[in-house]
């Protein structure tokens, strides 16, 4: 049985970050994401997520400035998703 995903995960952390706790996702650090547009997709939802959910927040506010509509922010990042397990 196959599973569409209906969703794309971005993670702007830093990829220590990254190596230290990982969902998976595009990893597209913080500081490159204005020069990597084109890998955010535009017709589906994308959830960006960082370590606690405020990085994710600013981005999404410039990535919509530009014209996105299709993000949404992880809501306290990955320590409230993490937090959420146990």
């Known amino acids: ?3 569409e995903r209906s ?3 971005i ?3 830093e990829a220590w970050e990254r ?3 990982n969902i998976g996702g ?4 913080l ?3 204005l020069e990597r547009l084109h890998e955010i997709p535009v017709d589906i939802a994308t959830v960006i997520y960082c370590e606690k959910g405020i990085r ?7 990535l919509q400035n530009l014209g996105f509509h299709n993000l949404y922010n992880l809501s306290g ?7 959420g397990l146990n």
Not at 26 to 29: C, F, G
Not at 57 to 62: A, H, W
């Open 31 to 33: 500081s490159e994401v």
């Open 56 to 62: 994710s927040s600013i981005i999404i506010q410039r």
């Open 11 to 13: 993670d702007v952390r």
């Open 19 to 21: 190596e230290v706790y």
């Open 7 to 9: 969703f794309v995960l």
């Open 26 to 29: 595009i990893h597209i650090p």
């Open 1 to 3: 049985m196959s599973v």
């Open 77 to 83: 990042g990955i320590a409230a998703w993490k937090a």
